[in-house]
């Protein structure tokens, strides 16, 4: 599939967050200033401040001076990369790749995406709108790569896009300031008159670089697609997340449970707090020489008692090798479920299906999580069909158990293929032959027909019978097929005691 990039540009994205705290600043000229070398210089303007002249690096006070209402703020850099980061997050429910080019821009790979929203215009329209709303002005374009979007979003007007191959000719009539170059190279192509891309787009490489160096060469390739650029994968920080940082590495055991007790301690309080609670979570220490040590556990239903996880992870605590030490631990919740549970029906005491949960936990945790199991009815007419196994307390089964006809207590997963003698055609065997012996029949009950669903399978009913051997052991046999429709072939598929 051919690449599609999005990049989407913020130009006043440090005055819009400002305003956004204080809206009355939208209609009148507003800054924000940063300490320079001794000289407060502007970092960012609104658009009334810009409309009046004032620009981005202009010292404060001759702005005041050109413009004495003019407004100030701190520029705070921190909490802009934060939002930023939220911004970027939040762009993750549009793309699965987003990578932020700050301090005001977002790249998204659309790649494959695009589709889902009637196209390419619909898409950068919607994401746009979404963003106005937030109270964020933005500018995007579309293209084949990353360097010829981020050079139309911020040389265009709300929505650029790019036919695919031909970003070439959008780059054409651009600055070279578009092809994010350093500003010595671009005072350098000034100065030798270059105006615009396609002025020197297609000079030699070799020419190029022993003018202007390697930098340009490989922004210009990037942007028309000759040379790769990748970008980073934002990793959003898990929601249920608790960290713990040690003054000094921890060593020991006991350390290391008494860090996990605070941890889950915190994380559960917030669990229950939203009513939530973990069936996934890991624990992780950090060791300073760099390795991470790694523990899972799992719950058959959601559980915030940070006694019952306790007990879960410290099964595996031994696991950990602290080495030289930990310097921090981590607990993730990487499932949470809503933990409201319906009322007791199965055990009437009080917690009765909550300790019942602990209990299947704290066995799976020594013995494995796929080796519990119980059993609902399924709606098919196959008898091994007819149970479904899960190993969840909470699934509801979506029939009743059958009880208009006998079952044997021990169905076989698979009908075993016999040797059967019959006195009449259609009458219950006499005797019958399984893994080398023989058992002789004294009674019989049957038959009972038994046909597949026909939009699953057109195979030949079954006619099934209990009977019972000399010695009082009973099982459920079948035949499958008609006799005088070729031969009928005989199994074994359960025993009732």
């Keep these: 599939m051919p690449r599609r990039y999005m990049c989407i540009w913020l130009p006043f994205f440090g005055t819009d967050r400002a305003e956004k705290e204080q809206p009355e600043r939208r209609k009148a000229p507003f800054v924000l200033t940063l300490a320079q070398n ?34 100030s703020a701190i520029y705070d850099a921190n909490s802009l990369n934060q939002t930023l980061q939220a911004l970027g997050e939040w762009c993750i429910r549009f793309a699965p790749i987003v990578d932020l080019q700050a301090p005001d821009g977002i790249v998204l790979d659309i790649s494959g995406c695009t589709h889902l929203w009637g196209g390419e215009e619909k898409y950068g329209n919607h994401i746009i709108d979404r963003i106005a709303q937030g109270g964020y002005q933005a500018q995007a374009a579309i293209a084949d790569t990353i360097g010829a979007a981020w050079a139309a979003a911020r040389h265009t007007t709300r929505l650029s896009i790019i036919p695919k191959t031909q970003q070439a000719q959008a780059l054409s009539g651009l600055p070279p300031a578009a092809l994010r170059i350093s500003l010595q190279i671009q005072q350098r192509l000034h100065k030798l008159g270059f105006r615009y891309i396609e002025e020197f787009m297609h000079i030699p490489k070799s020419t190029l670089r022993r003018r202007f160096g390697d930098e340009l060469i490989y922004r210009l390739g990037q942007a028309l697609g000759t040379e790769q650029e990748h970008i980073s994968l934002i990793e959003p920080i898990p929601s249920y997340q608790e960290r713990l940082s040690c003054l000094e590495p921890i060593s020991t055991c006991t350390g290391i449970q008494t860090a996990l007790e605070q941890l889950l301690t915190t994380l559960c309080d917030r669990l229950r707090k939203e009513g939530k609670g973990l069936r996934q979570a890991v624990f992780r220490g950090y060791r300073i020489d760099g390795n991470v040590q790694t523990i899972h556990i799992g719950t058959g239903r959601a559980s915030s008692n940070p006694t019952h996880l306790f007990k879960l992870f410290d099964l595996k605590v031994p696991n950990i090798e602290p080495a030289l030490g930990i310097e921090l631990f981590v607990l993730e919740a990487t499932l949470t479920e809503n933990s409201i549970l319906p009322q007791e029906g199965l055990w009437q005491t009080k917690g009765g299906q909550s300790e019942i949960a ?38 509801q089964p979506q029939s009743d158990w059958p009880s208009h006809a006998l079952r044997p207590l021990h169905l076989l997963a698979h009908p075993e293929p016999i040797e059967v003698m019959v006195p009449l055609p259609d009458y219950p065997p006499a005797l019958f032959r399984h893994r080398k012996k023989i058992y002789k029949l004294v009674k019989a009950d049957g038959p009972e027909r038994i046909e597949q669903e026909w939009w699953i399978s057109d195979e030949q009913p079954r006619d099934y019978y209990r009977v019972e051997d000399e010695k009082g052991a009973r099982y459920w046999l079948f035949r499958s097929g008609y006799y005088g429709q070729g031969d009928p072939e005989w199994f074994l598929h359960g025993y009732f005691t």
Excluded: Y
Excluded at 45 to 71: F, K, T
Excluded at 359 to 378: E, Q, V
């Design 358 to 395: 602990e209990l299947l936990d704290n066995i799976a945790a020594k013995i494995g999580s796929g080796s519990i199991h119980r059993f609902l009815p399924s709606a098919h007419h196959w008898p091994e069909r007819t149970i479904e196994p899960t190993s969840s307390l909470d699934t």
């Design 38 to 71: 001794g000289r407060v210089k502007i970092q960012a303007a609104n658009r009334p401040a810009l409309q009046e002249g004032i620009s981005c690096g202009m010292v404060l006070a001759d702005a005041q001076a050109i413009l004495p209402q003019l407004e």
